[in-house]
């Protein structure tokens, strides 16, 4: 089963292992929810197709478990999401070892900059943060402009992720026609050493002076992890490959992907 499939187990095929279905619909739930929350439970049977009953049991149920809460007629996600992110996230180890690196990067190596670096995941068809750490001197934008989660086509650390991913399984996320167009951005990522950049024109609403710089961390199975992305002002000019930023990055991504397998 790929990531995408986990996530959305409806697109499992024929011949695959039986599967719970009401497992399945809550975690469609809690998927719609952790895109356009909060929601009505009208909403949701509308959006997934479920018959009213259904819904608001799942939705008792999941409130039960505090993955879900209640605001007046609507329901978001509840904080016990907190606690599986936090477990898997300090499982992988991923964010203790980057820390260090994420302080000398910004506050020693290229200490006055106005950049933030963080390090992100992939979860199914998307990348999300799991920290990330500020120049004194980087601008508010480095922090408001980035969202939280972007699907992995849309950023330069999801593109890094994808360019490490079997042909097949970018089909399956993106759909042929988009893993045809994208092709050639991932074979380029790939001959750079995984680095992929974004310049301030191909970030519609995006301030104009931001830009962004990430790189891929790889696994000592060399399957891809997670990845580096270093946003701010005054990046134009380091955006390429053998920059002493991208090179920096590189060697950090190197170090982290000794830390998971």
């Known amino acids: 089963m790929t ?29 719609l929810l952790s895109k356009y929350a909060p929601l009505s439970a009208a909403q949701i049977g509308e959006k997934l197709g479920l018959e009213r009953t259904i819904v608001h049991r799942l ?32 499982q992988q180890g991923l964010r203790q070892a980057c ?16 950049w933030a670096l963080t390090l992100l995941v992939r979860a199914g068809d998307s990348v999300t943060q799991v920290s990330q750490l500020v120049s004194p001197t980087a601008p508010l934008q480095s922090l408001i402009a980035v969202g939280g989660i972007v ?25 042929a026609a988009a893993a045809a167009e994208l092709a050639p951005r991932l074979a380029r990522i790939r001959a750079e050493g995984g680095i992929d950049y974004v310049r301030p024109a191909e ?3 995006a301030p104009p002076e931001l830009s962004a710089l990430a790189v891929c961390i790889r696994g000592r199975s060399q399957r891809p992890v997670g990845a580096l992305t270093l946003s701010g002002s005054q990046l134009d000019q380091h955006l ?5 930023p991208a090179a920096n990055l590189r060697a950090i991504a190197a170090h982290l992907g000794q830390v998971v397998p």
């Open 3 to 31: 990531a995408r499939q986990a996530l959305h187990p409806r697109t499992a095929g024929p011949g695959r292992s039986p599967v719970l279905q009401t497992l399945q619909r809550a975690v469609a739930v809690l998927d």
């Open 59 to 90: 939705i008792r149920t999941l409130e039960t478990e505090l993955l879900i809460e209640r605001e007046g007629g609507l329901v978001r996600l509840g904080p016990r999401h907190v606690l599986f992110a936090n477990s898997y996230i300090g």
């Open 99 to 114: 820390l260090p690196y994420q302080v000398d990067f910004l506050y020693r190596t290229f200490a006055g900059e106005p």
């Open 151 to 175: 699907r992995l086509d849309q950023a330069a650390a999801g593109r890094c992720l994808l360019a490490y991913e079997p042909d097949d399984e970018v089909e399956c996320l993106l759909g």
């Open 203 to 205: 970030r519609a609403g």
């Open 240 to 244: 390429t490959a053998d920059s002493a």
